[in-house]
């Protein structure tokens, strides 16, 4: 699951979203999937205070989308780029 559809069940107060989510092909040629796991313990350790996206976050992040709402040109969304032929025809 995306983390936006994990925040999204987990937010305190329920946030009403009119989304669809459009599962389209990775255009770029590579894995679907890696086996890199990266750890940032190192990081941590040295004083490292990660900001993530929390509710609080999420919920800020939509009160400006929907405020700026009238503003998007919703024919530049989404990118629908491929890098060889091959992807262009899943596309």
Known sequence: RFE???????IEEPVVLDMQID????PRNEAAEN?????????????LEP???EAGLMREVTEI???FAARCDHSKIPCRSAWNKRRAAEL
């Open 4 to 10: 936006c559809d994990r925040l999204k069940t987990e």
């Open 23 to 26: 599962y389209v092909p990775n």
């Open 35 to 47: 086996d890199l796991h990266v750890k940032n313990d190192r990081f941590l350790n040295l004083g």
């Open 51 to 53: 900001i993530t996206l």
């Open 65 to 67: 989308a929907e405020r």
